[in-house]
C-alpha cells in the first residue's frame, strides 16, 4: 500500500477516535505549555497535539466569520503499525478537492496532501523533518482551503512540543 493509502486509512481511524478524544481529558497523560500527549488502547496509539493560538478565516480577500469543528496538529506513534513521529493536521472541515496545506515552520515550507478533514505530508521522512523543524521552531502556520472556498490560515505554538513529543514517543514508540 502505498503511505497515501495507508494515512488515508488512518485518517478514518484518527477521525473516529483521536479528536473527540483530545477533548475528554479522561485519556490524557501529559501537557506543557501549549501542548498535550493523549493515550488510546486497542490499538495502542500516542499523539502529542496542539489547538491553534489564532485563526484566520478569509474568502475573496475579506476576513469572515465561519464555523469549523476541531482544529489540530499532531504528532502521532502508532507502535503495532511501526508509524512513528507522523504528522497530521485537522482543518474543522472538508479540504478542497485535490488542494494541498502548507506548514511553515521557521522559514522552512512543507506541503500536507488533504483528504477529507485531514493533511499529511507525503512520506516518513517529511514527517522527520517536520518533527525536527517543530522541535527547533517557536510557531507553525497552517495555510488551507476548505470545499467552500474559504482560506484559512491557523497559527499554532510550538512551546512544551518537543516535551510533548518525546513523551508520546516514549509512551508508544516501537
Do not use: H
Not at 40 to 67: F, L
Amino acid at each position: 500500500m502505498t503511505r497515501r493509502i495507508i494515512t488515508s486509512l488512518t485518517a478514518l481511524t484518527i477521525a473516529a477516535a483521536s479528536p473527540s478524544l483530545a477533548q475528554d481529558d479522561s485519556n490524557r497523560v501529559a501537557a506543557e505549555t501549549d501542548w498535550a500527549v493523549f493515550e488510546g488502547n486497542e490499538p495502542k496509539e500516542c499523539w502529542a497535539v496542539t489547538a491553534p493560538k489564532e485563526t484566520t478565516n478569509t474568502r475573496d480577500g475579506r476576513v469572515v466569520s465561519v464555523r469549523r469543528g476541531d482544529v489540530l496538529l499532531f504528532v502521532t506513534f502508532r507502535p503495532e503499525e511501526n508509524i512513528a513521529s507522523e504528522v497530521s493536521f485537522t482543518g474543522g472541515y472538508p479540504f478542497a478537492e485535490g488542494s494541498t496545506a502548507t506548514l511553515e515552520i521557521a522559514g522552512s515550507t512543507f506541503e500536507l496532501f488533504t483528504s477529507g478533514e485531514y493533511a499529511w505530508p507525503a512520506s516518513p521522512a517529511e514527517d522527520q523533518k517536520i518533527v525536527t523543524a517543530i522541535k527547533r521552531g517557536a510557531d507553525a502556520v497552517v495555510t488551507a482551503r476548505s470545499s467552500r472556498g474559504t482560506q484559512t490560515k491557523d497559527t499554532f505554538s510550538l512551546l512544551g512540543a518537543t516535551a510533548m513529543i518525546e513523551e508520546a514517543e516514549k509512551l508508544c514508540g516501537s
